[in-house]
């Protein structure tokens, strides 16, 4: 029984996207813009190496892991 309900949930989360798809949605995170001040800043931070990688991202208010995103971005 509960294979059963978990292929209808299958089914129907395929039928939401393809229809989503046919209105003109995408799914997914939005790129990142590589001249948003947040970005730069991060990355002068970082480069500067004045500041350790926790104090960099209490100050820019973001996660480590969006920190770092926010490196590789570029």
């Given at each position: 029984m509960a294979q059963f309900e978990r292929r209808l949930i299958q089914?129907?989360?395929?039928a939401?996207?393809?229809a989503a798809r046919a209105r003109g949605r995408k799914g997914g995170r939005l790129p990142l813009n590589p001249k948003d001040p947040r970005i730069i800043s991060a990355k002068k931070l970082h480069q500067d190496k004045t500041l350790n990688i926790n104090e960099i991202c209490s100050t820019l208010k973001v996660s480590r892991a969006s920190f770092y995103r926010f490196l590789k971005e570029g």
């Open positions: 089914e129907r989360t395929r939401g996207l393809n």
